[in-house]
């Protein structure tokens, strides 16, 4: 099959017969559901760009498999300049729908299973990769969007997996039978779930032995017999019943739509297992995952800020504030922050390297000093954002009094602006504002990819303290230093005596 246009990526969801659960509602056909179908909206521009000419050099990749031209969000990076173009496309995204467009988390996972279970073959003479290649090719050729399935619920987490009080709180192998294996267990905020072909899990996290069997990785259509999924809420979720404006961003929703899946004696075939006990394998997996997903942050998050700043922008206009010395200033830092975080994941692609799968890998401690860059910038200019639109964002009445003969003719007078400015856009640009400053977007930028503290341990590893340790010897003067003795022409400790003799005699005039 051909790249789906966005359309086409609508109508083949149409084709699922996925078990969700909405408000304790079995959800017949999310397709037609009016509160999934912003969800939907989003997504489907994954697909609908890669057809538009302007953007074909980054939508679309040629398959290092097949030779066909393929959505680049089923591509395995090949070069450098995959990398550079994986994160243009983020921002571009962002840019296009002001929200999460949910299929990056698949990305990442694919690109990650590619690579560690290369290594895992060398390993252990198994044939995960062959697999997963066969797995990878039939993804390209049908332009599916699997879901990244690897956060589980985890219960107690000063406990390891096999030491929880409730089994299922991590997703686990339950039997391994002749053609493969039965898995039960949770997990928790996948985004695009439900609107996605496939669930492709990784583990969440380091196993040890005697976690074995949640040292796991496998694929399976979304609607695979014994998976449920179960719809999550979103802040002011609902509005999008009560009418359009009210949304916010009644196109593409908020955030990506998560829901937590929850696998009970699920059957998976030995040819869709990636990982299956390979304790020691699971933090190169979680590391190498985490480190693409972390990088995606600054071009995302970006192509948001590149609408909340132009929303930000012509609000200020439509008030006749636009050229206030403050707001200028305000908008200017809203920029500088966004620019900081694109030029960090910029670098992380750039500063890319080969792995021995051949794709390519992102730096990874420039990846996490992105994300980390996130968790706070984010809030900066979403801040920065909220003060420039006013408190309207979170006052303004709801669409139906605006629409009531009673209330509404003067409520358009009250919510004029200047001239030139219709009273429903600049409603409908503080709504928007509204709903990417205020809502689920922003714990999204703190805990989507890992909280904080978890780029902090990456960024601790990976630092190279040591190397900066023997630095600072160096320039000390504690460890020896054959840069200054090559320039001084002698030992160090010759030269220092002799300084130390002409600082005696005086022979040096300082003062
Ligand atoms: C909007 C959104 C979308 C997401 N999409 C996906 C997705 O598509 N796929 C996916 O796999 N995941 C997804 N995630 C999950 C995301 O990776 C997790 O939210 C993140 O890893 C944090 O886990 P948690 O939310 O369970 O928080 P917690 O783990 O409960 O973290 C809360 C706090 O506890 C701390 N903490 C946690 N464990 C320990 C410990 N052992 N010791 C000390 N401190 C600890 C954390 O550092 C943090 O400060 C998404 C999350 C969000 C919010």
Not at 41 to 58: D, K, N, R
Not at 64 to 77: D, S
Not at 401 to 419: H, I, Q, R, V
Not at 459 to 484: H, M, N, P, W
Request: glycine share 10%; proline share 4%.
């Amino acid at each position: 099959m051909a790249m789906m246009t966005g359309k086409q990526y609508i109508e083949s969801l149409r084709a699922l017969k996925p078990e969700v659960y909405f408000l304790g509602q079995k959800i017949r056909s999310i397709v037609d559901e009016p509160m999934f179908q912003p969800h939907l909206y989003g997504a489907a521009m994954t697909y609908e760009l890669a057809h538009h000419p302007e953007y074909e050099e980054i939508m679309t990749a040629t398959s290092h498999l097949t030779g066909e031209r393929i959505n680049r969000f089923t591509h395995v990076h090949q070069r450098i300049d995959d990398l550079v173009k994986k994160v243009r496309m983020m921002r571009l995204l962002g840019q296009k729908t002001g929200t999460c467009f949910q299929r990056c988390v698949g990305l990442d996972g694919l690109n990650a299973i590619y690579v560690i279970t290369y290594d895992l073959d060398r390993k252990y003479g198994t044939d995960y990769h062959e697999r997963f290649k066969k797995y990878l090719r039939e993804v390209q050729e049908n332009d599916w969007m699997p879901a990244g399935a690897m956060t589980d619920a985890r219960g107690d987490r000063s406990l390891r997996p096999s030491k929880q009080k409730h089994p299922g709180v991590y997703l686990h192998i339950k039997e391994r039978v002749k053609d493969g294996i039965i898995v039960s267990g949770t997990k928790a905020h996948i985004t695009g779930a439900i609107n996605s072909h496939e669930i492709l899990t990784m583990p969440t996290r380091t196993m040890t032995e005697e976690d074995r069997d949640y040292a796991l990785a496998f694929a399976i259509p979304v609607d695979t017999k014994g998976v449920t999924l179960v719809f999550s809420r979103q802040t002011n979720d609902t509005r999008r019943l009560d009418g359009v404006l009210d949304a916010g961003n009644p196109k593409y929703g908020i955030v990506g739509g998560e829901a937590v899946i929850l696998f009970k004696d699920v059957f998976v075939p030995w040819q869709r297992v990636f990982m299956a006990g390979e304790a020691d394998f699971t933090t190169p997996l979680v590391e190498t995952f985490a480190g693409y997903h972390r990088s995606n942050y600054g071009g995302c998050k970006v192509g948001l800020a590149d609408v909340v700043i132009g929303g930000s922008s012509w609000i200020a206009e439509a008030h006749g504030i636009g050229n206030a010395s403050h707001i200028v200033d305000k908008l200017t830092e809203m920029i500088a922050m966004a620019e900081t975080c694109w030029s960090c994941t910029l670098a992380c692609s750039y500063e890319g390297y080969q792995t021995p799968s051949g794709a390519y890998h992102i730096h990874p401690l420039l990846a996490n000093v992105t994300k980390l860059n996130i968790t706070r910038m984010v809030y900066e200019w979403m801040r920065l954002g909220q003060d420039i639109a006013g408190g309207k964002i979170i006052t303004l009445p709801s669409e139906k009094d605006l629409n009531s003969p009673a209330s509404g003719p003067m409520l358009e007078e009250c919510f004029s602006g200047k001239d030139g400015f219709p009273p429903r856009d600049i409603i409908k640009m503080l709504r928007l504002i509204e709903n990417m400053s205020v809502g689920a977007g922003l714990p999204e930028a703190m805990h989507g990819a890992g909280s904080p503290a978890a780029q902090k341990i990456m960024i601790a590893r990976r630092s190279g303290i040591e190397k900066k340790t023997e630095l600072a010897q160096s320039v000390a003067g504690i460890r020896r230093d054959g840069y200054f003795e090559a320039i001084v022409g002698k030992e160090e400790k010759a030269h220092w005596n002799e300084v130390r003799k002409k600082i005696e005699e005086r022979k040096v005039q300082i003062y």
